[in-house]
């Protein structure tokens, strides 16, 4: 089971990472004979077994590799792109970076598999917001637009994607963030900074995480501030946890140990002094008294928990009464996206549905 983190150093309990991505259109890498392909929710195979990796898809085409070289395929698993690159990422905004090889760099292609930015950078990222960051040669970052023209000097140690008009960038071992004018809005202060979303970012300065809104203006301070999930963040202070709204109003007061999770749902995972893990509601209420060894997060209704030993428990999947809805037979267990999950079982990886049902057999 993947362990996941919370923002500035607070412990999250545990975090499954979804089977698929809100892909387009939805769809689920199996595995047949070391080769990878896709089905969809009901099982059917969209795309046959025979890549060596295939990634989500993006703007209607998806990453595919064999033998160490990558291209696209379309939703039908008709190669559009032949697999040419060493290193190939999704497409955004219409183009996605490659990497050439054979010594030279990384371009931008556009969906026809044409070059449209010469291959002249040490690295290159996704756009966003019309720019993409990428790297020169000295390590140096900045951002160019879709002509392939710097827009943003290659100044900064760091370059982040753009959000809100916004992105963060590092300078002198301090985070502030630009905006896509290359303008300095935020000036590098920060020892850690996440990117804006709804018109908030988190920063770290010393031991304390604040809130600031795109001016730079601190709305509120903790000890520590996990990101927001169903509208509230796991907060610390004094080194107790509860949960704040974004305007930084407690809804639960910090009375708990470290031991929380991220809301889902409505609910959160809470862990008891004797070690077995619960649910509370939005109220800090306990909802779902604690049982299990390890609850994950709620989606489509059900979280994946886990009985017996924390190494080599069972996982199955409960509904918000904490009831057993799929009951715990797998070794390693995914969240559920779109009414199926992800399981595995003896080496073997399969999807089941909401009823526990397979709607593709465990295979390697």
């Known amino acids: 089971m993947a362990r996941g983190y919370l923002s500035f150093g607070v412990g999250l309990l545990v975090t499954v990472v979804a089977a698929a991505h809100a892909a387009e259109p939805p769809s689920y890498r199996i595995n047949q004979g070391g080769k990878s392909g896709l089905i969809d929710k009901s099982g059917k195979v969209i795309v046959r077994p025979q890549f060596d990796s295939i990634r989500e898809f993006h703007e209607g085409l998806a990453v595919v590799a064999i033998g160490g070289k990558e291209g696209y395929i379309d939703a039908t698993g008709k190669v559009v792109i032949a697999l040419q690159y060493p290193n190939a990422w999704n497409f955004s905004q219409g183009l996605a970076p490659v990497y050439v090889g054979g010594g030279k760099k990384w371009g931008y292609i556009d969906p ?41 000097p290659l100044i900064y140690q760091e370059a982040d994607h753009f959000s809100g008009g916004l992105a963060r960038v590092k300078a002198d071992d301090r985070w502030g963030y630009i905006n896509t004018a290359g303008k300095v809005i935020i000036k590098p202060q ?87 893990e619960g649910c509370i509601d939005k109220t ?67 999807y089941i549905n909401t009823s526990g049902k397979y709607v593709w057999e465990p295979s390697k």
């Open 190 to 276: 920060y020892d850690d900074a996440e990117s804006f979303a709804e018109g908030m970012a988190l920063v770290r300065q010393g031991e304390k995480t604040s809130a600031i809104d795109s001016s730079g203006a601190v709305l509120f301070t903790f000890d520590s501030i996990a990101g927001f999930h169903d509208g509230l963040a796991l907060t610390g202070q004094t080194f107790k946890y509860g949960y704040i709204d974004r305007k930084g109003k407690w809804v639960i007061e910090a009375k708990f140990g470290q031991n929380l999770g991220n809301f889902s749902e409505g609910l959160a995972s809470v862990r008891s002094d004797d070690g077995r």
């Open 284 to 350: 800090g209420k306990m909802v779902i008294a604690p049982q299990f060894t390890s609850v994950g997060p709620f989606h489509d209704g059900l979280a994946p928990a886990q009985t017996g030993d924390l190494k080599v428990g069972l996982w199955g999947y409960i509904d918000k009464t904490g009831k057993w809805v799929v009951e715990p037979k797998f070794t390693e267990v995914f969240e559920f996206y779109d009414g199926i999950a992800e399981v595995e079982i003896d080496s073997k990886s399969g």
């Open 112 to 152: 026809t598999g044409k070059m449209v930015i010469a291959p002249t950078w040490d690295s290159a990222e996704e756009f966003s917001e019309g720019l993409a960051g990428v790297r020169n040669d000295a390590g140096k970052r900045g951002y160019i637009d879709k002509t392939g023209k710097q827009v943003v």
